[in-house]
């Protein structure tokens, strides 16, 4: 067991990190949200690590392979870095529960909405859950981060399909998420 020392910022990726155009895994398909970089600096100024978590079916589907999902992740780590970010690490679920083809057809503990690789991502760094943040675009994302015991739960984008509980912070913008980070 680690010492939970670290707080993190937990970052979903697609429709946080990069516009969610569907099975989004080259450089050509991938626009950044405005303020995502600027975002991760004030975490990281703030002491915060930056890890990612997500849920990747195209994996599952065969859309692409787990190569190119990797390979795809250098790249995206590369363009943080050139903007002065460090991504701590990556964790992603390359399963769907009735989509996925062969052995990526599984009802697992890391598909968000479980918890799973949140809590992995704490044992392999060391992090305080509760002094974490986690900001995702869906309910999916908020049940994972409660389930794992992440302190702030910050919900982007507009989904009115969902219940917003009092710990969920609604988020319009992510200068929004920087300016509140800011604040802590």
């Not at 516009?19 to 991760?40: H, K, P």
């Not at 004030?42 to 599952?60: K, L, P, Y």
């Not at 399963?95 to 799973?116: A, L, W």
């Not at 969920?168 to 509140?180: F, G, I, K, M, S």
Request: net charge negative.
């Amino acid at each position: 067991m680690t010492d939970a020392s670290k707080k993190a910022l937990f970052l979903d990726r697609d429709g946080v990190i990069n516009v969610d155009y569907g099975y989004v895994c080259s450089a050509e398909r991938t626009v950044f949200i405005d303020g995502i970089f600027d975002l991760c600096r004030t975490a990281e100024s703030r002491g915060f690590i930056i890890v990612i978590v997500t849920n990747q079916a195209g994996i599952a589907r065969g859309y692409y392979s787990e190569e190119e999902f990797h390979a795809y992740m250098a790249w995206m780590s590369a363009e943080f870095a050139k903007r002065g970010v460090s991504l701590s690490r990556v964790y992603h679920c390359p399963h769907h529960p009735s989509e996925g083809i062969g052995q990526y057809r599984v009802d697992c503990d890391c598909r968000k909405p479980m918890p799973g690789m949140i809590l992995r991502a704490a044992e392999d760094e060391g992090i305080d859950l509760a002094a974490s943040i986690f900001i995702g675009d869906k309910m999916s994302d908020m049940q994972a981060g409660r389930s794992a015991g992440i302190g702030n739960l910050w919900l982007y984008g507009r989904d009115d399909s969902v219940d917003k509980r009092g710990d969920v912070v609604p988020l319009d913008a992510l200068e929004q998420a920087r300016r509140r980070l800011e604040d802590l």
